[in-house]
């Protein structure tokens, strides 16, 4: 493709360092391998350990998977209404909440949690996620089989009143943290909720606590249903520490290994992806993506000038001459391209006439696109979804990226790319942006007590590893 033949490169490790398995059929998932050919190579190379670990989590997962004797084995004892303890098997369903980026980040903290703790991650999908990724494991599926015994699975919003949601439980004291085979006076549920939305209370919230965790051991069913980046806390669980450090020993790199191991657009997508960087965005010099995503009213004008001024003094673009009409652009010199995403065509428009009616002071040319303006978020319908996951995808190719704040769909794009983005983040109220100190994606929230004494703490500043989000201040992000 042209993404690498406009420069002499070295090969490109289709591999990213051992992350991917060589063990798939390339034409059932031509991202997985072709995605080296339009990603600049990153940075940061995933430690053997976390290879490794992926490898052996690879198996696991083949061993246990739907369908399996031993997953069967699994479901028999799910189906007698209580448990008896750990299993060879044992299970994370993730149960989906809010949008696209929610699901993607809540996916990966969930893939982490299963990886530490020896179980298979198993996804509820809905129709509306049905053609969005490839299977991330060799010759199994993470997708949950439609005749799973527990019924009411898909109407996620009652899980919040699920007889077995974990918080519940504790604080109706029918569990203790503390429970142990001496201690347990009957079964125990034969699977437990966990309900890790951003409405968790303090009891659901337990579970990023070592005394949680002990006790969760016991189960061989876990359904989790998270729109979170939960993965930041599992590292202020002791029992993890030292296993974390080995799988990451740069810590900001978390999501950037995890999600580009997990997230390979399926052919579908990767049609939409190719088809458009190889029209719009190939030949450029360079590309800078503009994530745009509001929440409430925001006054067009103002808000595209503050974007405009913040890649103006991010240097991320030339200046216009308001003078002069005729500047003359440097012919031959291949464009800087901008992509724009947004549910809305308002700001891609006013960047492109800036382009058009005015020359630019350095005589570079810049071309602005915008794949698609869904003017309304439709996540209950999956070519919507595509879009969203195509855009997400194409933003990551970028060469620079500014990013909206609290949004986790910049945050994957970011994070797949493995680029810092410029936040559109007003620090005290000033007419700037901010450049992020990392390309992790933000925890909006964490829990907001210590494990031991129960006191409320600014759990940012509780570990050296941890810093409070710079979109997002309640929020934690990895250091
Ligand atoms: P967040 O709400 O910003 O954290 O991001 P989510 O991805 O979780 O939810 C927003 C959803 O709105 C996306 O998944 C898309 O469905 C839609 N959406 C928001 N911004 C865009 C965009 O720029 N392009 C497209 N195609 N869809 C978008």
């Known amino acids: ?23 798939f059929d390339e034409a059932s998932c031509l991202s997985r391998y072709q995605s080296a050919l339009f990603r600049k190579s990153s940075n940061h190379t995933p430690s053997s350990y976390l290879v490794e670990k992926l490898r052996s989590y690879e198996v696991l997962h083949k061993k246990c998977g739907p369908n399996t004797e031993l997953y069967n084995k699994t479901i028999e004892q799910l189906k007698s209404n209580h448990s008896m303890g750990p299993m060879e098997c044992n299970y994370v369903v993730w149960i989906p909440s809010d949008g696209l980026g929610n699901r993607i980040i809540s996916i990966t903290s969930a893939f982490l949690y299963a990886l530490l703790n020896n179980k298979v991650l ?3 999908l809905p129709e509306d996620m049905g053609d969005l990724f490839c299977e991330p494991f060799p010759e199994t599926t993470w997708v949950l089989p439609s005749d799973f015994p527990i019924r009411n699975i898909k109407w996620v919003y009652s899980f919040e009143k699920d007889p077995n949601r974990y918080g519940d439980l504790l604080k109706r004291k029918v569990l203790r943290n503390d429970m142990n085979s001496r201690n347990i006076s009957g079964p125990l ?3 437990l909720y966990l309900h890790l939305i951003h409405t968790s209370d303090d009891f659901d919230k337990m579970f990023y606590c070592k005394e949680g965790q002990l006790l969760l051991q016991k189960f061989p069913w876990l359904l989790l249903r998270s729109n979170q980046y939960f993965a930041p806390a599992l590292f202020l669980i002791p029992e993890f520490e030292k296993e974390l450090s080995l799988l ?26 190719t088809r458009y960087y190889e029209a719009y965005l190939a030949d450029a010099k360079e590309r800078l993506g503009m994530q745009i995503r509001t929440f409430g009213q925001v006054d067009l004008d103002s808000h595209s000038s503050y974007i405009i001024n913040c890649a103006l003094t991010g240097k991320l673009l030339p200046n216009i001459d308001l003078k002069d009409p005729v500047l003359p652009t440097i012919s031959g010199v291949k464009p800087k391209a901008v992509l724009v995403t947004s549910l809305s065509s308002g700001y891609f428009e006013r960047l492109r006439d800036m382009y058009y009616e005015h020359a630019t002071t350095t005589g570079e040319v810049i071309g602005v696109y915008q794949p698609s303006h869904e003017e309304q978020q439709h996540t209950e319908k999956l070519s919507h979804n595509m879009k969203a996951f195509a855009e997400i995808y194409l933003l990551s190719l970028s060469d620079a990226l500014i990013t909206s704040r609290f949004s986790t769909f910049g945050y994957v794009a970011q994070g797949l790319g493995g680029l810092r983005p410029w936040i559109l983040v007003r620090p005290n109220n000033k007419n700037v942006c901010l450049h ?40 934690i992000k990895l250091f």
Do not use: Q
């Not at 950037?256 to 049609?271: A, D, E, M, Q």
């Not at 100190?437 to 500043?461: L, Q, Y």
């Open 248 to 273: 990451f020993p740069e810590r900001t790199t978390v999501f950037h290994h995890l999600g580009r191991y997990l997230f390979h657009p399926s052919n579908t997508v990767w049609g939409y992806i």
């Open 436 to 475: 992020s100190v990392t390309m992790e994606p933000c925890f909006h929230f964490p829990p907001s007590h210590d494990c031991n004494s129960r006191r409320k703490v600014a759990i940012g500043s509780v570990a050296s590893y941890l810093r409070h989000c710079e979109d997002f201040p309640n929020g």
């Open 122 to 124: 198993l996804l509820y």
């Open 1 to 23: 493709c042209s993404a690498s033949s406009s420069t002499i490169e070295p090969p490109k490790d289709k591999l990213l360092g051992g992350l991917f398995s060589p063990a």
């Open 189 to 191: 549920p034969a699977y």
